[in-house]
Structure formats: C-alpha cells, structure tokens
C-alpha cells in the first residue's frame, strides 16, 4: 500500500488518510475519493491531500479482519460483522472466558498493523459480551502478512466454557467463637457467587470443627456436584482439620496453599471424582479473592490441578491490604494512643439550615459530639469542618480542639476523612471516627468502642444498636491508607466487609443509630435527650 501526499488532481480512487472539512461538512478518513470530492476539497483551499492507494497483493481492512475475526473466535464466541477495519468478538453463552494466550501473541508478533486484544483469561462473560476485538490498522493489509497470522493462529485461541455443575454442598464447620451470624452470611455471599454462575446451594451442613464430623459430613454430600468447606478456623497445615477430613472421607488433597493474596489458605481436594474446596477466610466477604479464580473454573467444569493453581501468582495480587504485612509482629493489642476526628463538614442539604449548630437540651449538638470526644480517652481531637465553618467554630468555642478545613466537603464523606486522618499525629495508632450530628454518643461510648480495638486481630471497632451498625468507629492506623483512598460519601463502609473477619461490634444502643440529619430525626434526638 502507497501511502502520503499527493495533488488533488491525482488522487481520485485513492483513499482518504485523514478527514478533511469541506463547506458541507467533513469527509471522513478512509472514504474513496470521487470526483465530487475533489472538487469540494479544491474549494476549501486545499491544493494536496494525503491518501493511501491499496497495491493488487494488498486485502481491504475490513475484508482481513473478518477473516481474522472468525479464524480467532472458538466455541461460544461469535464474530460481528467488519467496519471500519475493525471486527468485534462476543461470547454466545455464559461461562468463563478461555484464552491461548501463547497463540494470541503469536498472532500479534506477525505484523504490528494486525492486532487481536481479549479479556483477562478465565473472567466470568455473559451472553453478548463482548471478549475481544480484532483491528487491521488503516487501510489494508499484504496477503501474504494476513495469510501468514491465519496460519499463526491453528486452534482458535477465544473460547467461552460454558457453566457445568450446577449444584454446590457447602458445609460449614463451627466453634463457640464463629458467631450464627458470620456463618448466615457467609452463606448469602456464597449463593450470591454461585447465583452468577447459574448454580445454587444443593445442601447446607453445619459441623462441629473436627476432623471426623467434616469427613462424614463430605461423605454424605452425594448430591452435589462439587463441595465447598468454610471452616471456622483457618487451615494452617496439610494435617489441619480440613485436609485430614478429606484423605479420611476417601478423597484426596490435591493442593494446600495457593499464590494468590487474598486466598493464600485454600484447599483443593478430590472426591468421588467431584473437587472439594477448603474456602479460605477471604471468602467470607463479596470481594474477588483466590477462591473465586478456583471455583468459577470448577463450576465451569474446567479442571483446576496444583499446577494451574501454582501459575496463578502471576496477577494473583488483588488488593493491597493492611491484614497480611507481617500480621504477627508489629502493634499488638489494644490501642494506646488513639486520636479522635470529628467529622463537621456537610452541607445539612437534608435539614434546611445548618444542622450542627441546632441545640439539643440547649447546647449546640456538635459542640456535644465534641465533648464526647473530649471526654474519652482519644487525643487530640480533631474537627473537621467545610461548609458554615466560623458558625461551627463558634458552637465549639473554648474546647481544647485542632480544626482542619476541608475545601472539598460537597464532594463527599470521604475527602473529610482524609483531610482530618492527614491532620493526626504520626504518634496516633487509632481514629475514633465520630458524625457531628449524633448528639448522644457519650465518652463512655467511645472509650467502650476503643476498647475491643485490638490490632492485628481486631483492626475496626464499630458502635452498634441492637445489632445495627451504627457510630462512632475506630480504626487501626492499619486502615490508614485504605481510609484515605476511598472515595464519595461511602467513607470507609466497603473497608467494612473486606476487614469482616478483624472487625468487633461494640452495642452501644439508640445512640449510635440516631442522627439528627433531618428536622424529624432532630425532634427524635430531642425526645430521646429529653430535651
């Protein structure tokens, strides 16, 4: 293909590299250029235009990368139709995702101007996903460039495998410290895992944590098609629990310990011909972990063996979190020096008027919050503010607190907790975090809620009424940076269910729900006071 600048007068059939604006409108690139053309670009000025003219060995881009298209797409994956040098590839069914990775570079080593791109291998599609794209760079390609990346490409390289098993037994294992609650909901997650894939919970059997109630409870799971183990305390060896019950249930441990962070602790076994996965602690909580890179592949009936589990370190680190540095050296125990913020920033937008500044039993409810903070042990306190602040200054005036202005606050919770973790001392291992519209928190509160703060094993302390998460809430300098990197008004509510298993609740009762951010909710707030 010859391609650059050339006269208007000689570049008739060729074309067009570049778009080109003209009095009625704007000749897109890789238009044919015909007479009329011309014409309309000479009365734009132009004297010379840049053009590509395809040779007779040369394949148009559209008619290669259809060829391309279908030569890549595999079983469960269709082509859509070539534009533009461009032809898409979608999965036809639900399932995982399979890419030849070696064949893909393969074919992409042949020529730079012939490109495949795909998804991650082994990620969950659905049905008109779209798994990949093929693009032939403008505006054609040598045949024999093309012919020699189909002969690249042997078996297709894209392939969706559909979701097999559809029903799971999971057994649960229980100790008098695994409350009915984390059990309940690690179920709800599971179902939730399984429901994407077109699976559900075949049987639920909850077991003493012992090798010979697993084993007999694994024995007796013949109705599933796989079997899922959460155990109320982590494997920790070959020997352990979990293992042990399956070599005694007839099976075998095909591996302990996977390269992947979170889901180091897994077990994959074998029974019956069925696999048998020893969940790891991750698996509690909705976010991607390890045990999803093995179940997904176990529902999609692809076998998972020690060296497909071995070579998943590569992208195998998810997520950077405070709960597996070193967790056993460094701080241990409860906190010492913990440090309160006062979140003092909205905009009240649901009240009407500045709602910190509104008294309950004649004093100003921030300056209540404040003095709940103040009367702990936490120190400094620290206040932040962002909209109103001298009226929010003037309600604390006299306290012995730091203020921190946050210029950002309308864009959310979050950019608060950041300013006001910023403004702690390097010394302070913990921030209580308290809302400047919940009046009734006491001191007691808060030094009851930083008291369970036990870092590494408890790295979020939560107030709670009858159950229902509420606040204040202090947080290990652990969290810190996670805190930080949140974004919008959640604050650090998503760092809840990826820290479930190093979080204690604290009941508190009415006060840590009842939060005056509406003219009823004050007059509740009110009442309760007695004021």
Known sequence: ??????????????????????????????????????????????????????????????????????????????????????????????????????????????????????????????????????????????????????????????????????????????????????????????????????????????????????????????????????????????????????????????????????????????????????????????????????????????????DDIAAMGVGGLLTETAARPRPRRGVVGPATRPAALVLAAGRSTRMGANKLVEEVGGVPMVRRVVGAALASRAAPVVVVTGHEPERVHDAIEGLDVAFVHNAQHADGLSTSLRAGLAALPAEADAALVLLGDMPLVTGADCDAVLAVLSPPDVLIAIATAEGARGNPVAWSRALFPELMATEGDAGGRALLSRYADQLASVEIGAAARLDADTPAALADVRRHRGA
């Open 1 to 306: 293909m010859r391609f650059g600048r050339v006269p208007l007068a000689e570049a008739g059939g060729a074309i067009l590299a570049h778009s080109q604006r003209v009095a009625d409108g704007v000749l897109r690139k890789g238009r044919t250029l015909k007479s009329e053309d011309l014409a309309a670009m000479a009365d734009a000025g132009l004297d010379e235009v840049t053009v590509a003219r395809p040779g007779p060995e040369d394949v148009a881009e559209d008619e290669a990368a259809a060829a391309l298209a279908a030569a890549v797409a595999g079983e469960g994956v269709r082509a859509g139709e070539a534009d533009t040098g461009r032809a898409n590839l979608f999965a036809e069914a639900a399932g995982l995702l399979r890419v030849d990775a070696t064949a893909v570079n393969r074919l992409n080593a042949v020529d730079p101007a012939l490109t495949l791109a795909t998804l991650s291998p082994f990620c969950r599609v659905a049905p008109g996903r779209m798994v990949g794209t093929v693009k032939i760079m403008p505006f054609a390609t040598p045949r024999a460039r093309l012919e020699a990346a189909l002969a690249s490409v042997g078996t297709p390289p894209l392939t969706v495998a559909r979701w097999r098993l559809s029903r799971v037994a999971a057994i649960s294992t229980l100790l008098p410290t695994l409350k009915a609650s984390v059990v309940e909901k690690t179920l709800g997650v599971f179902a939730g895992r399984l429901e994407g894939a077109g699976a559900t919970i075949a049987s639920d059997r909850r077991v003493a944590h012992v090798t010979e109630a697993v084993a007999a409870a694994l024995a007796e799971a013949d109705e599933a098609e796989a079997i899922v183990v959460f155990a109320a305390s982590a494997v920790v060896d070959q020997d352990d629990v979990i293992p042990t019950a399956i070599r005694a249930a007839g099976g075998r441990v095909v591996r302990f310990g996977m390269p992947v962070d979170p889901g180091n602790l897994l077990v994959l076994g074998e029974l019956g011909g069925r696999p048998v996965v020893g969940a790891p602690g991750c698996a509690r909580s909705p976010k991607e972990n390890g045990f999803d890179f093995v179940l997904d592949r176990c529902l999609a009936g692809i076998p998972v063996g020690a």
